[in-house]
């Protein structure tokens, strides 16, 4: 069984930045493809960014050139530092996990939540004008 927790959600004014963690425990390796997505009121789940097990990322159109995903295999901490933000970046942000064979190149860069089994319970991101 895997576990996640946020960590770093929080207010900020547009452009501002933070950074978000995830830690991992429990039965998780290096080979796990981890991702963040996020939620919005009356909104559905949308991916975020996601690494795989290969240490590619791929990123939503709109994260691309603003968020970075990385992680600490060392340590089982995924992080998105997250720049310029905007109002419309407000939700709850989900850390998710899964052992997922290959890579994204063998999945044609696809990915969504429906790959993740594993989440975390959520950290809130709320960017005001």
């Known amino acids: 069984q895997v576990q996640l927790a946020e960590f770093g959600g929080g207010s900020v004014q547009a452009g501002g930045s933070l950074r978000l963690s995830c830690v991992a425990s429990g039965d998780i390796n290096i080979n796990y493809w981890m991702g963040w997505f996020r939620q919005a009121p009356g909104k559905e789940r949308e991916g975020v960014a996601v690494?795989?097990?290969?240490?590619?990322?791929k990123y939503a159109d709109s994260a691309k050139g603003r968020f970075t995903i990385s992680k600490d295999s060392a340590n089982n901490t995924l992080y998105l530092q997250m720049n310029s933000l905007k109002p419309e970046d407000t939700a709850m942000y989900y850390c998710a996990a899964e052992d997922i064979v290959g890579g994204l190149g063998m999945y044609g860069g696809s990915w969504s939540d429906a790959d993740f089994n594993n989440w975390g319970q959520g950290t809130q991101v709320t960017v005001s004008l």
């Open positions: 690494i795989d097990n290969e240490g590619s990322t």
